[in-house]
């Protein structure tokens, strides 16, 4: 009969006899400081290095408020519990949610999935600010749901900067600007940077960055990141020519990658032929075979997501 003794109390193989499991899992249980450098997911905080390959800007949460009739037999987060499965056996390990339907109903299915995935999910609270003066309540702040803050172009017109500004000094959080042109994406850097924001916190997504290249090397060059969030709707090889030129410029530190999946019928699981996996089985190689370098791609992919998720809690 098996019974603990020094040679198995460790639990494993080979290991020596004084490798207590018991007291590494409890080691392991001890709950980070929020003092030091930290991404805070859906599930809890974990330290930056923790992330590894990471999507930055995976709408996801839509698919919670997928109309009925576009619906097929697979329930929209069983679906999404077999694709991000697959995105991590290809190699992915964090995802951020961005998507305007986060929130009441949708939250907690963002959550189910979380607890149920080998992948860290990040979510980015979008806020609708009613004044320069509104401040995210401190328990809200500082929960264990919120990864980093998301603004619309719209709202920062509306008077949101000061606010945003606000917000991001209070919680340590990172922000997302969502933006449907290239001109309102330079505008409201301009306006959150005048407003105190640090833009090097800042990242821009849902643009056709090819489209929009002008637009692209404005906002970096005003100190702000952008994401090439939307690769499976766009064409790969004139974005990989991009992101080619961009590097080249030195813009590497940057840059970030997702897929875009937002939509039901982009879901590998749902015939798909690449999915949310593509982000990182195929694109990277297009973005090389263009000549970026790969310790580039690794930036966009891993460096630069931890550099701007990362809470540096002695600074709040």
């Given at each position: 009969m098996?019974?603990?003794?020094e040679?198995t109390?460790?639990g494993?193989?080979?290991?020596?006899a004084?490798d207590?499991?018991?007291?590494?899992?409890?080691?392991?249980?001890?709950?980070?400081?929020?003092a030091?450098?930290h991404?805070?997911?859906?599930?809890g905080?974990?330290?930056?290095?923790?992330?590894?390959v990471?999507?930055a800007?995976?709408p996801?949460a839509d698919l919670f408020?997928?109309?009925?009739?576009?619906r097929?037999?697979?329930?929209?987060?069983?679906?999404l519990?077999?694709?991000?499965?697959d995105?991590?056996?290809?190699g992915v390990?964090?995802l951020?949610v961005?998507?305007?339907g986060?929130?009441?109903?949708?939250l907690?299915?963002?959550?189910w999935?979380?607890?149920?995935?080998?992948?860290?999910?990040?979510?980015?609270?979008?806020?609708?600010?009613?004044?320069?003066?509104?401040?995210?309540?401190?328990d809200?702040?500082?929960?264990?749901?919120?990864?980093?803050?998301?603004?619309?172009?719209?709202?920062?017109?509306?008077g949101?900067?000061?606010?945003?500004a606000r917000?991001?000094?209070a919680?340590?959080?990172a922000?997302?600007i969502?933006?449907?042109?290239?001109?309102?994406a330079?505008?409201?850097?301009?306006?959150l940077?005048?407003a105190?924001?640090?833009?090097?916190?800042?990242w821009v997504?849902n643009?056709?960055?090819?489209?929009?290249s002008?637009?692209?090397?404005?906002?970096?060059?005003?100190?702000?990141?952008?994401?090439?969030d939307?690769?499976?709707?766009?064409?790969?090889q004139?974005?990989?020519?991009?992101?080619?030129s961009?590097?080249?410029?030195?813009?590497?530190?940057?840059?970030?990658?997702s897929?875009g999946?937002?939509h039901?019928?982009?879901?590998?699981?749902?015939g798909?032929?690449?999915?949310?996996?593509?982000?990182?089985?195929?694109?990277?190689?297009v973005?090389?075979?263009?000549?970026?370098?790969?310790?580039?791609v690794?930036?966009?992919?891993?460096?630069?997501p931890?550099?701007l998720l990362?809470?540096?809690?002695?600074?709040?």
């Open positions: 098996w019974r603990r003794s040679e109390d460790s494993w193989i080979g290991a020596g004084d207590d499991l018991d007291r590494r899992m409890a080691d392991e249980d001890v709950a980070l400081d929020l030091q450098p991404v805070m997911t859906a599930l905080p974990i330290e930056p290095g923790a992330l590894g990471t999507l800007g995976e996801i408020v997928t109309d009925a009739g576009e097929t037999a697979i329930d929209p987060k069983h679906a519990l077999a694709e991000l499965a995105a991590h056996a290809i390990r964090s951020v961005s998507g305007g986060i929130g009441g109903a949708v907690p299915g963002v959550r999935l979380a607890e149920r995935i080998p992948v860290h999910v990040v979510v980015l609270h979008r806020v609708d600010f009613a004044g320069p003066d509104s401040l995210l309540e401190p809200e702040a500082h929960s264990f749901t919120w990864g980093g803050l998301e603004v619309t172009t719209e709202a920062v017109r509306q949101a900067a000061k606010a945003l917000n991001m000094r919680t340590g959080l922000a997302r969502h933006a449907d042109r290239a001109d309102d330079v505008d409201a850097v301009i306006r940077r005048n105190g924001v640090d833009v090097s916190r800042i997504g643009l056709d960055w090819v489209v929009a002008a637009a692209a090397a404005q906002v970096l060059n005003l100190g702000a990141t952008i994401a090439f939307r690769l499976l709707g766009d064409s790969r004139p974005v990989a020519t991009l992101v080619g961009l590097v080249e410029a030195g813009w590497a530190d940057r840059l970030l990658f897929s999946a937002g039901a019928d982009q879901l590998r699981v749902r798909h032929p690449t999915g949310i996996a593509m982000a990182l089985d195929v694109f990277p190689l973005l090389m075979d263009a000549g970026v370098a790969a310790q580039d690794r930036r966009g992919l891993i460096d630069n931890a550099r990362t809470i540096h809690g002695e600074d709040r």
